[in-house]
Nanobody, 126 residues
Framework: QVQLVESGGGSVQPGGSLRLSCAISGATSTTNCMAWFRQAPGEERKGVAGLYRGDGGTHYIDSVRGRFTISQDSAKTTVFLQIDNLQSEDTGIYYC???????????????????WGQGTQVTVSS
């Protein structure tokens, strides 16, 4: 059974940076694709970055490209999300998720994104 555990959230001032981590255990072929989702207050979860664990290939939505960086460690047991120049609209709960196909795990559907972490809160405020 796949387990995903996020950490690294917190409260940050605008312009600051955070690095979120997602520890992966029980990895199988269903974790070929890893993604970070953001759920802003009052909104649905939305995939913002994806990574293919095989070769480290990445995909971002346009609104975060250049500020968000998804990566993995050399052992491929932890996925990171580096967020730079944090803005108020980045506030939300960030979820780590996994699925079998890249970049489709960014969709968040039951078929393409079967595994989820519990989420970590990021608050951007002055």
């Amino acid at each position: 059974q796949v387990q995903l555990v996020e950490s690294g959230g917190g409260s940050v001032q605008p312009g600051g940076s955070l690095r979120l981590s997602c520890a992966i255990s029980g990895a199988t072929s269903t974790t070929n694709c890893m993604a970070w989702f953001r759920q802003a207050p009052g909104e649905e979860r939305k995939g913002v970055a994806g990574l293919y664990r095989g070769d480290g290939g990445t995909h971002y939505i346009d609104s975060v490209r250049g500020r968000f960086t998804i990566s993995q460690d050399s052992a491929k047991t932890t996925v990171f999300l580096q967020i730079d120049n944090l803005q108020s609209e980045d506030t939300g709960i960030y979820y780590c998720a996994a699925g079998p196909r890249f970049p489709l795990c960014m969709l968040g559907t039951r078929a393409e994104t079967p595994d989820w972490g519990q989420g970590t809160q990021v608050t951007v405020s002055s």
